[in-house]
Every structure is written in structure tokens, then in C-alpha cells.
């Protein structure tokens, strides 16, 4: 069956390649699918610039745009199972963590239903001249490239297509190579919902071949991306000719504050789920635990205590806590970050070698590993390795504290743990992050912004703001009482 969704239309790559997608817990076929390239993506391209610029959806009223995520929120629910597990198949995550996704991805769709439905933005400026109606209005941007990462398939791609459509975009998807049949299976739910052909087109296929088109056509109107850092300067760099908007979320090396008078056990229980979820494939990953100095010793042995009682295994385990990495490619550079970090001086507590155990040679599995006395200037501190590998940092003072928790490049997300709640304001306060959780980790909501700061991007997905980026400000000036001027007699 056909897997390219362009012009309302399935259709299989024009060159005719197919890629195998395989479960990396354990190598299984999940299936083979179309391998777009640049001219499937300049046929999607084709197909949503006709559908922005003369079909029915950019003017369709806000509210009716608003009732078709709704729509698509009660189909997400009523496939939640089968969208949950492609979404392990796919990933390898387990399937506890999938269904949750897909919780979250019905709420998105509903926000931003919800959003539209409620009417928009536009207000009226008071000019101070009574013969002049002075507006701001808010049109969608256009075509859209909506390029989506593996971690989290379907999740990342609602937070772009909700809003895209909502503002009333068309838009040209394309998800990661690796983890494609969620993202097919959203585009026979918005079929089936009754988006006009045209307006959501997906390609599958790898980033140079399929997606570099998608950025460069000077028939986008703009490019959201999510992924790595070298990607997304890729990204700038082929959308900077053509002047298009840019959204970009890059990742980050996120700061895990502990100050010594948090409250240890939540602390170190949220410490563990912070990094080690989902395999620390996660951009807002508490990969970088900070530990007030007098707590270190018993706060880290803790922690390590637990890292090795986390049992791996694949996404239909029910005793499994935890899953494989993505490819074996992704395992090597995790593998050669924990290495780099040894050669550097940092002390291995636990993991830092592939398991052993018969059952998971088939899968992409790296244990749960903390590196204890660690510093910035480590590569595993300050590049993202997005994998199951916590760094330990010591710190004294409160100043030192937020001193090298923004020593980074990145700015996604960060935490502060303590009972002092004036302490807790004061460094959150001063965090270079996009997010801050105060006593938590890993919560969001759609309603909130979510983006980063320094070189984990800019513009942000979510809330009212989340909208905002797949819509255009125009002033519109109407003069009442129109008179000649008489400037030239």
C-alpha cells in the first residue's frame, strides 16, 4: 500500500525506493515503506501551494477549523491502542509510555481546537483619529515544512500540525526515516475528518534527500523543525536564500539543581526519571545532575543504587522500565561519549557497557550509567549525547549552582530542587531556559510555551505563542472619510 499522502491523494515514491523499518528492541520487521526525494517533495510542495492559495481552507472560518481538531481528538482517542503501538514498534519505547503520548496528543489537538474555535487575536487599535477603523489582523503563514524527529513521533508532530491547521496553513510533513507510521496513520484520521486534499501532504524519506528540499523551495512559506543542533543550522542556512520563517527546537543539556536541604527521596526518584526516561531520548532530559556538595556523596550513591536495579527490555515487557536506543548508530556515539568522558577524568558509578543478558543482543540496549565528578568542560557535560548517561557536577553556593547549570550552549529546560521556596524562585528566576520546573521534572501542558533559549533554538510550539508562529500580523488602515490631501499643489 502506497505510504506518500500528497494532494488527498497515496502514492508510492517516484523513484520507487522503500526503506525496511525495524523495532530496534529487537530488529524485527514493522514494515517497508516509500523512501521519498526531491521530487515527491516538490510534488508536496505542488500540491499544498495550490490547496493554500485556491482551495477553501485559509478561509475557512476560524471556528469551523476549530471543530475538525476536535474531530481529530476524538479519533485519536477512539485509535488510541493501535497509534500506541506502532509508536513502540517503531521506537522501541515501552508501551505505557506510548499511551501516554498519545493522551498528550489528543490534548494538543483539543487545545488548539478548542483556540480556534473561541476566535482570534485580531483587535482594533485606537488611532485617536474618529475617521479611521485601524486593525490588526492574523493570517496563516502559508505553506508550511513541518519536519518532525524520532523520540517522539507523533507527539512532536501534533505540536505542529494542531497549530498549523488551527491558523489555517497548509503544510508539507515529513517525519524521521526511522519512526514513520504514526505519522501515516494521523493523515488517514485527518482524511477521514474531512480536511480538504491538499492541505496536510506527507513524505517520508531522510533529511538530505527528502526534507533539504522542503527547506529550500522558495514556495515555503516556512520551516518548523525539531531535532539536533547541526541539522538545524542546516535548516537556517537552506531557508536563509528564500528568506522564509523559521521555528527551530534544538535539544538541550539540561541543569537537574539539587540543593542539600531537598526532600532526598522525591528528589532522587525524580533525579532517575529525569534522565532515564524513554532511554534519555528526551531533549529536556535532566542529563546534568548538580548536587550541593555536602549532599553529593549520599545523593549520587542513591541514585546509583537504584540506576542498577532498572530493568531493560522491549516495549511489550511489562516488567521493563526502560527500552533500547533508536539504532545502532545512536548506541555507538553514546558508547564514544561515555568513553570521551572517562578518558577526561569522570568517575563511572554504574553501566558504561552493553548488557549482557541473552534475552536483549537483538535490541539497541545501553544501560542506565552515572558519570560521577564531572566537569564542564567534558564533552559528555556540554554536548548532548541523548542517551541513558547522567553527568554529576558538585556545587557549594547557590551562585555556583546557577553559574554552571547555564554554562552551556543550550537553554531548553532546567530544575531546582529545595524547601526554600524564596531560593527556588531566585535561581529559576535566573536559569537561560525556556522551561523551569521548581521541585518536578518533565511536566508540560499545551497551554504553556514550550521553546528554548541560546542554541536550543527559537520561536516556540504550545500555548497561545504555539499559534502564533503559524500566523502572520497585518495592519489593516481604513479611512472613513477619505479627502484629497492636496500635499503636491
Not at 508510492?12 to 530496534?24: F, L, N, S, T
Request: glycine content about 10%.
Amino acid at each position: 500500500m502506497p505510504q506518500l499522502f500528497i494532494g488527498g491523494q497515496w502514492t508510492v515514491a517516484v523513484d520507487g525506493q522503500v526503506r525496511e523499518i525495524r523495532c530496534p528492541a529487537d530488529g524485527t520487521l514493522v514494515g517497508t515503506v516509500d523512501e521519498a526525494g526531491p521530487k515527491d517533495a516538490a510534488a508536496a510542495i505542488t500540491a499544498a501551494r495550490d490547496a493554500f492559495d485556491r482551495g477553501p481552507w485559509p478561509g475557512t472560518p476560524a471556528a469551523e477549523r476549530g471543530w475538525l481538531l476536535l474531530r481529530v481528538a476524538d479519533l485519536l482517542e477512539r485509535d488510541k491502542e493501535k497509534f500506541a503501538r506502532a509508536e513502540s514498534l517503531d521506537t522501541g519505547k515501552r508501551l505505557v509510555e506510548s499511551e501516554l503520548d498519545m493522551d498528550d496528543i489528543a490534548k494538543c489537538f483539543r487545545y488548539y481546537g478548542n483556540l480556534a474555535a473561541s476566535g482570534g487575536n485580531d483587535r482594533v487599535v485606537n488611532t485617536g483619529v474618529p475617521d479611521v477603523d485601524s486593525r490588526v489582523v492574523h493570517e496563516p503563514v502559508g505553506v508550511c515544512s513541518l519536519i518532525t524527529p524520532w523520540n517522539y513521533p507523533l507527539l512532536q508532530t501534533s505540536w505542529k500540525v494542531a497549530p498549523a491547521l488551527a491558523a489555517g496553513n497548509a503544510f508539507v510533513l515529513k517525519p524521521s526515516e526511522l519512526t514513520p507510521h504514526t505519522a501515516i496513520g494521523l493523515m488517514r484520521l485527518l482524511a477521514e475528518a474531512g480536511l480538504p486534499d491538499g492541505v496536510a501532504n506527507l513524505i517520508l524519506g531522510a533529511g538530505p534527500t527528502a526534507g533539504a528540499p522542503l527547506c529550500e523551495d522558495p514556495r515555503v512559506d516556512m520551516v518548523s523543525f525539531t531535532g539536533g543542533l547541526v541539522t538545524g543550522r542546516r535548516v537556517m542556512a537552506a531557508a536563509a536564500p528564500t528568506v522564509k520563517k523559521v521555528a527551530l527546537e534544538l535539544g538541550g543539556k539540561n541543569p537537574n539543581i539539587v540543593f542539600a536541604d531537598a526532600d532526598f527521596e522525591t528528589a532522587v526518584d525524580y533525579a532517575l526519571m529525569a534522565v532515564f526516561l524513554h532511554s534519555g531520548q528526551v531533549c529536556s532530559a535532566g542529563a546534568r545532575l548538580l548536587v550541593q556538595d555536602e549532599l553529593h556523596d549520599s545523593f549520587v550513591a542513591e541514585v546509583v543504587k537504584r540506576a542498577r536495579t532498572i530493568r531493560m527490555g522491549g516495549p511489550f515487557d511489562d516488567h521493563a522500565r526502560t527500552g533500547p536506543l533508536i539504532s545502532a548508530t545512536h548506541r555507538e556515539k553514546v558508547e564514544a561519549y561515555v568513553a570521551a568522558g572517562l578518558a577526561e577524568g569522570a568517575v563511572l558509578r554504574c553501566g558504561g557497557s552493553r548488557p549482557d543478558d541473552p534475552a536483549l543482543q537483538n535490541g539497541y540496549y545501553y544501560p542506565p550509567t552515572v558519570l560521577d565528578e564531572c566537569t564542564p568542560a567534558m564533552s559528555v557535560v556540554h554536548e548532548e549525547s541523548f542517551g541513558p548517561v547522567l553527568t554529576v557536577e558538585r556545587f557549594r553556593s547557590e551562585a555556583e549552582a546557577v553559574a554552571l547549570a547555564n554554562d552551556t550552549v543550550y537553554g531548553l529546560t532546567g530544575a531546582v530542587w529545595s524547601q526554600d521556596i524564596a531560593r527556588t524562585h531566585r535561581v529559576a528566576s535566573r536559569l537561560r531556559a525556556g522551561t523551569v520546573w521548581i521541585n518536578d521534572f518533565h511536566p508540560y501542558v499545551p497551554q504553556a510555551e514550550w521553546g528554548g533559549m541560546k542554541q536550543s533554538g527559537f520561536g516556540r510550539e504550545l500555548g497561545p505563542a504555539g499559534l502564533a508562529e503559524y500566523e502572520e500580523a497585518k495592519h489593516v488602515w481604513r479611512n472613513l472619510a477619505p479627502q484629497p490631501q492636496r500635499w503636491f499643489e
